[in-house]
């Protein structure tokens, strides 16, 4: 293959980075909606009772929720691989950190996910009732919990071993650096617990897709057979 068809391939793959953004706007839209522990029990019947809020958890939970995160895992393999072309020496140990931590965020947003739409397939599929539904709310705290924490933990390390290598390559100017290591150390030492903190990840990796998409490496000229 080509250098020019290596670009190429990078520059379409660095649109998996928008699409995981889109998804996970909506899907934090969707997912916002859903009482957390603290409702009153009034709240959380009202909203579980209505068949179409329900619907839209579970679409969200099952089908948007694992696009967005392979979508995510796509973007990480394109950034790695703009960022190979681009320096001009390879660090190994900050690659395997950053595909490594995306991957464990990733696994963390998808078992928070299940936590947090399991009430709403519960009633739909007749497992759970409206009687006993409070019994299963304090789950949504451990569903919250590692959404808000965990995963942002891991997040942090995608996105400090990213910006380290995006820098030291010359994707990002320094300036931009600068702010994604702010980041870092927010989702790093946050203690809030606020699912609006998780929209911080997708906002950084929009802004990476754009530089990946934007900064191209010098085409090398082909070797004569």
Known sequence: MTATANVRIGSRAAYA?????????????????????????EAAKEFYESSGERRLVQIAGVYLVPLAGISLLWFTAAMRHRVAGLAARQD????????????????????????????????STGVVTLANLGADRSMLVVGDSILVVYALRAAG????AGTTRALKSGLIPRWVAMLSYLLVIVLLVTVARIRAISMLVPVWVAVMSIFVLVKRPAEQPSESA
């Not at 595909?99 to 078992?111: I, P, Q």
């Not at 390390?157 to 400090?160: D, E």
């Open 17 to 41: 980075g928008l699409v995981f953004c889109a998804l996970y706007a909506i899907v934090f839209t969707v997912l916002s909606r859903i009482p957390d522990a603290s409702a009153t029990q």
């Open 157 to 160: 390390v995608f996105i400090g």
């Open 92 to 123: 190994e140990l900050l690659s395997t950190v950053q595909l490594l931590s995306a991957a464990v965020y990733v696994a963390m947003v998808f078992a928070a996910t299940a936590i947090l739409t399991a009430p709403a397939i519960g009633l």
